[in-house]
């Protein structure tokens, strides 16, 4: 069973970065897409950005061209670098597999951007 946990979040002020890790136990990890999610508060979950298992990225329009995902597969791990964030980017963090996300969710991450 892959386990999840997802670090690298924090408190920073608006048009600040952070980058993001989410290191995956398991030998499936370089066998699949991973994606990242966020959900804030009162919203669903959400798509952020993903990456193949060929290393094709796609984002949400929302973070297109501030964030940047990345995998390690020698590490198991996907990063998602984050660039001007804004107050609305705030919200928990998660990774999964992509384009299905059937693992089992970890604790998240939570990121929170002060204006």
């Known amino acids: 069973q892959v386990q999840l946990v997802e670090s690298g979040g924090g408190l920073v002020q608006a048009g600040g970065s952070l980058t993001l890790s989410c290191a995956a136990s398991?030998?499936?990890?370089?066998?699949?897409?991973m994606g990242w999610f966020r959900q804030a508060p009162g919203k669903q979950r959400d798509l952020v950005a993903f990456i193949s298992i060929t290393s094709n990225t796609g984002y949400a329009d929302s973070v297109k061209g501030r964030f940047t995902i990345s995998r390690d597969n020698a590490k198991n791990t996907v990063y998602l670098q984050m660039n001007n964030l804004k107050p609305e980017d705030t919200a928990v963090y998660y990774c999964n597999k992509w384009p299905n996300p059937t693992y089992t969710w970890g604790q998240g991450t939570q990121v929170t951007v002060s204006s």
């Open positions: 398991g030998s499936t990890f370089s066998i699949n897409g």
